[in-house]
């Protein structure tokens, strides 16, 4: 497993951005998928984005496609979530997510190692 540790969360207007950031440690990062899922109160945890271990492949959720962007650098053992056009349906936990192997997962139960989560609140 590896360790992740989410940052970057916080409060922001609609029609603003944030980006998120995970750094990993332990295993060899660039041998996993990387995840981003959120949870809002109340809710089960969804799928946001993911991207295969090289970085050539993506897969996001329909509710933000054209408004996020998830990036990984694993010369810095990072993956990123760049969420611009945000509104408060996007108000959540987010959480980052390794799941070992070479191609894009997109079920959270394929996932064996989180992050903590980082709020982010999008205010009206």
């Known amino acids: 497993q590896v360790q992740l540790v989410e940052s970057g969360g916080g409060l922001v207007q609609a029609g603003g951005s944030l980006r998120l950031s995970c750094a990993a440690s332990g295993r060899t990062f660039s041998g996993y998928c990387m995840g981003w899922f959120r949870q809002a109160p109340g809710k089960e945890r969804k799928f946001v984005a993911a991207i295969n271990w090289r970085g050539s492949s993506t897969s996001y959720a329909e509710s933000v496609k054209g408004r996020f962007t998830i990036s990984r650098d694993n010369a810095k053992n990072t993956v990123y979530l760049q969420m611009n056009s945000l509104n408060p349906e996007d108000t959540a936990v987010y959480y980052c997510?390794?799941?070992?192997?070479?191609?894009?997962?997109?079920?959270?139960?394929?996932?064996?190692?989180w992050g903590q989560g980082t709020q982010v609140t999008v205010s009206s």
């Open positions: 997510a390794a799941a070992s192997g070479s191609f894009v997962v997109t079920l959270s139960e394929r996932y064996d190692s």
